[in-house]
């Protein structure tokens, strides 16, 4: 297993338990509580702290840098390609649903309450990590093929 196979298993493990973390600040038994904007900045920049700590651990762990060769590169590329994608269509979807809310006002609409500042923080985050699990997933499959 390469050392860029082994970042992106660590990465994809840290970016994980940051994410839970950020679900347990922000849901009690998967309902979202109603945080103040004070309780959302510290969130925020608990999880921001949490994972510049795992990856300096990670980097800490696996020697620094290594060098990449055009194959890492070309997996890289791929990877972040495909987390533009997952970011993209999440972003779209969040939009429909903010529009399909906001069109059919007083009739039921499946999925979350985005005009709640809580949801909206969360959903927001929740997409920024999707993209990143994405791109550590596929860099992991990427070198498994």
Same mark, same amino acid.
């Given at each position: 297993? /390469?050392?860029?196979?082994?970042?992106?298993?660590? /990465?994809?493990?840290?970016?994980?338990?940051?994410?839970?973390?950020?679900?347990?600040r922000m849901?009690?038994?998967?309902?979202?509580? $109603?945080? /103040?904007?004070? $309780?959302?900045?510290?969130?925020?920049?608990?999880?921001?702290?949490?994972?510049?700590?795992?990856?300096?651990?990670?980097?800490?762990?696996?020697?620094?840098?290594?060098?990449?060769?055009?194959?890492?590169?070309?997996?890289?590329?791929?990877?972040?390609?495909?987390?533009?994608?997952?970011?993209?269509?999440?972003?779209?979807?969040?939009?429909?649903?903010?529009?399909?809310?906001?069109a059919f006002?007083?009739?039921?609409?499946?999925?979350?309450?985005?005009?709640?500042?809580?949801?909206?923080f969360y959903?927001?985050?929740?997409?920024?990590?999707?993209?990143?699990?994405?791109?550590?997933?596929?860099?992991?499959?990427?070198?498994?093929?």
């Open positions: 297993m /390469s050392q860029h196979e082994k970042f992106a298993w660590g /990465s994809l493990l840290a970016s994980l338990l940051v994410w839970l973390f950020l679900t347990m849901t009690e038994g998967w309902v979202f509580v $109603d945080a /103040s904007p004070r $309780d959302m900045i510290w969130t925020y920049g608990a999880v921001v702290v949490l994972m510049i700590v795992a990856y300096a651990v990670l980097a800490g762990v696996l020697g620094g840098e290594a060098e990449k060769d055009e194959r890492d590169l070309a997996i890289a590329a791929r990877a972040e390609r495909m987390e533009g994608v997952v970011v993209l269509v999440a972003v779209n979807v969040l939009i429909i649903q903010a529009l399909a809310q906001a006002a007083g009739q039921v609409v499946p999925g979350i309450d985005l005009g709640a500042l809580p949801v909206l959903a927001l985050l929740t997409v920024l990590f999707l993209g990143h699990l994405t791109s550590q997933a596929v860099t992991i499959w990427l070198y498994r093929a």
